[in-house]
């Protein structure tokens, strides 16, 4: 099957085409031997030809620093084992131009047939120019098809043109390759070209010049590359010292090579019609105005939040009473029984678990489009980025940690606008310490319980909230920063942040962007919450107990016939409660005795220098499906039932008055501290870690998310409950 | 000669040299900062640690970093 492959400098579109032209059905794959992501989609040309269609990242030049920037040369070029493409599709912004035909050059050199989607001619106008893509076709001497990806102009001319170049290739190959004048490159070249692996250039004389090349400007002494064979790093580093001793520059010869030939073509190609970006630039006046580009962004971003965090709130509470009467509808259709449990609290409570992220994914990638699509984006960048940068962060990482203060997921989901993978992991890494809405009812419940139940919470109480974010974003930073000075070091890439002009969004397109973001999430992530659901139903659901079902039964039957027959309101009233009452006690006693109350019990050791019981144990336990789940199975243990909230005084009360089998109290204002810090911390979250696997790619990272949090956590609740002792709180 | 990073806003000038780590320089010079290219410094801002510059009919924002490896002859 022919292979396309889909080239270009970051935000030109690149992604949009590739989806346009699969329809959005792309499998996601990893590049060989190293875990990025890349998509792979198919497509039936007219004609009746299937051909394969490779994204590759997003990079300004083939020249490599790390294997992560390899993989762009690997994938346009096919060195193996990738298959050589019949055709390099190469996305071009019209606006900027000159500094995009230097990756188009790179690739012809290659030889590889080009074709150029000259991308974004609707923004020319407001960048105040003319391109003349006649003139550009004819410079280069490949095809050029002038689009707006954004709303699917051009693609079908994008699509003949590529039928047009598989039946006869030689119409995207130019008959020139840029090439160096100076014999002394030339030679350097030939001994470089004579070092590179035979499977690379295949024998291929131009192919051979162009990896020579590639080799020359990527390889230094200690590099980050993969599959250099010793030979070729010898010949490379050899030769630029030789060269460096004579007084030259091959850097410079080899880059201002390529930029002279575009410098002499460009002025037939693009024309100015007035002073560029005018418009753009009086907006910028305003938005990147040292003090009023951060107040307006920072307002705006106080707008993304709120809705994010109390805008989502009623469609999310719409979800989840959907999910409850629908659980409700189909548990009293099929009458109790161990597979209706397992339909209503297994499966649908599973589904019910991953829909209820849609609305602030949804709205999250709304704001994102909205701000990528406008051009905003990039002055986000540039005014966040010495900020971010001070803890090892990119400029874009502030959208994605600040909505990591309402939930974790899309959050970790945002960090896709970054374009380096090591900048997204770092990210992602560190944002789930930010404190996400999941851990304000716990953190409301433990405030309330170091007051005793009959005094009402007062300054100190809401200080401690406050502290606690201040916390949880503290420890995030310093994650973030530890991270980025050892585990992903990652070189150090020069800021060069590339400021479009500013136009209306397409809104369609944001549309599309949104939904696809939010269809992704429910077909990946959520399969994997609803299989975790499913095990969290288990664990709490079994081993069951005959007797103990028996009994309650047996208690509650003579207590539902005196309701039946009750003649007063009161009396009925009365006798529901009992039975409320008898339920709960018996739904404790059956949690204490299932396997998550077992895990509960057998982790107490662990947790006892921290200050928790095996009763909280099994809250910890639990809440792994969902930090709120927390509240509620305290209730369930409390036998005060499940519809509790931290306000709910029974659980306030028992809480209170809970002791360890020593009588001293177990709920101290210290415990609790610790609790809290626990939570903070401990990565109590399988969606955050099902959609970090998405993300990532493998299951190493969230491995080491939940390994590294946990730690955190237990060191951090150690530290404050032993400390607090030995100061003499309790 | 003077450093990109010193340049009035508004300032027209050529740029004259690249310095900076081999490949710091090399990522420069590929995104179009060349010896002999002019430009144009749009804004400074100091809070982002930023400059934008108007380079080859695009507009780039720069590292303080950056600029200071950028020397420059004022037009």
């Known amino acids: 099957m022919p292979t396309i492959v889909i080239a270009g400098n970051p935000n030109t579109g690149k992604s949009t085409v590739f989806n346009q032209l699969t329809g959005g059905r792309a499998r996601i794959g990893n590049y060989p031997g190293i875990t990025v992501e890349r998509s792979i989609g198919k497509t039936q040309l007219p004609g009746g030809r299937l051909v394969q269609v490779l994204d590759s990242p997003g990079t300004y030049s083939l020249a490599a620093r790390s294997a992560d920037e390899q993989l762009a040369l690997e994938a346009v070029a096919g060195l193996p084992p990738l298959p050589i493409p019949q055709i390099a599709v190469i996305t071009v912004d019209a606006t900027q131009l000159s500094r995009n035909l230097y990756l188009v050059l790179q690739i012809i050199e290659l030889g590889v047939p080009v074709i150029v989607a000259l991308n974004m001619i609707d923004s020319l106008e407001a960048a105040g120019q003319e391109v003349r893509p006649e003139a550009l076709e004819k410079a280069l001497g490949v095809p050029v098809v002038p689009m707006v990806a954004r709303d699917g102009r051009g693609l079908s001319r994008l699509v003949s043109a590529i039928v047009e170049v598989l039946d006869d290739p030689s119409r995207a190959k130019p008959g020139w390759r840029w090439r160096p004048g100076n014999p002394q490159l030339i030679a350097l070249m030939e001994r470089v070209g004579a070092a590179l692996p035979e499977a690379w250039h295949g024998n291929d004389p131009d192919r051979r010049s162009a990896l020579a090349l590639w080799a020359l400007l990527s390889i230094d002494p200690g590099h980050d590359l993969h599959g250099i064979p010793g030979e070729l790093e010898r010949a490379v580093i050899d030769g630029r010292a030789e060269a460096t001793a004579k007084g030259r520059d091959l850097d410079h010869e080899i880059i201002h090579g390529r930029y002279a030939w575009i410098d002499s073509k460009i002025d037939r190609i693009v024309r100015d019609k007035r002073h560029p970006t005018e418009l753009t630039e009086r907006v910028d006046r305003i938005l990147l105005h040292p003090a009023m580009g951060f107040v307006l962004f920072l307002a705006l971003m106080t707008l993304v939040f709120q809705a994010l965090f109390t805008g989502a709130d009623p469609i999310i509470g719409l979800i989840e009473s959907a999910v409850s009467w629908i659980g409700n509808v189909v548990g009293s259709a099929l009458g109790p029984g161990l597979f209706t449990d397992f339909l209503v609290n297994g499966v649908i409570e599973g589904v019910g678990a991953f829909v209820v992220f849609l609305p602030q994914i949804l709205m999250l990638f709304f704001f994102i489009g909205l701000m990528e699509d406008t051009g905003y984006m990039a002055r986000v960048a540039v005014l966040m980025d010495r900020l971010m940068k001070s803890i090892g962060l990119h400029g874009r990482a502030f959208v994605p940690m600040l909505s990591g203060y309402a939930c974790a997921v899309p959050a970790i989901m945002a960090t896709r606008t970054m374009e380096r993978r090591r900048d997204r992991l770092l990210t992602m890494m560190a944002l789930p310490l930010m404190t996400c809405s999941a851990r304000l009812p716990v953190y409301g419940l433990l405030i309330a319980a170091i007051v005793p139940p009959w005094q009402e919470a007062g300054f100190v109480q809401g200080l401690l909230m406050a502290s606690m974010y201040l916390f949880g974003t503290l420890m995030a930073l310093i994650v973030a920063w530890v991270m980025s000075k050892t585990l992903l070091r990652g070189s150090y890439i020069p800021l060069v942040i590339e400021m479009p002009p500013y136009r209306m969004p397409h809104w369609p397109s944001v549309v599309r962007m949104m939904l696809r973001r939010g269809w992704d999430f429910m077909k990946t992530a959520g399969t994997i919450i609803l299989i975790c659901s499913m095990g969290m139903w288990v664990l709490l659901s079994f081993p069951k107990d005959p007797a103990l079902e028996a009994r309650l039964l047996e208690q509650r039957a003579p207590l539902e016939q005196a309701a039946a027959v009750a003649r007063s309101g009161d009396e009925k009233q009365r006798l529901k409660e009992r039975i409320a009452a008898l339920e709960a006690q018996s739904a404790s006693e059956f949690t204490r005795h299932s396997y998550a109350g077992r895990l509960g019990h057998a982790i107490e050791p662990l947790i006892e220098p921290l200050g928790f019981d095996w009763k909280i144990g099994v809250g910890i336990v639990s809440a792994f499906a969902a930090r709120e789940v927390f509240v509620s199975t305290m209730g369930v243990v409390f036998g005060v039932g499940e519809d509790v909230d931290e306000e709910t005084m029974d659980l306030r009360e028992k809480l209170w008055s809970d002791t360890w089998p020593d009588g001293r109290r177990v709920f101290t204002p210290l415990v609790c501290l610790s609790l809290m810090i626990f939570f903070a911390l401990a990565c109590q979250c399988m969606s955050t870690l099902a959609v970090v696997r998405r993300e990532s790619g493998n299951w190493g990272w969230p491995a080491l998310m939940f390994v590294y949090m946990t730690a955190l956590a237990w060191v951090f609740s150690f530290l404050v409950y032993q400390g607090g002792l030995l100061l003499g709180f309790s | ?75």
């Open chain 2, 1 to 75: 000669m003077t450093s990109l990073d010193s340049l009035e806003e508004g300032a027209q000038a050529r740029l004259m040299a690249v310095d900076g780590l081999p490949a710091l320089r090399r990522r420069l010079m590929e995104m179009g900062l060349l010896p002999g290219t002019p430009l144009r410094l749009i804004r400074r801002m100091s809070l982002g640690g930023v400059v934008e510059l108007e380079v080859r009919r695009s507009r780039v924002s720069i590292g303080h970093g950056e600029a200071a490896q950028l020397l420059v002859a004022p037009l």
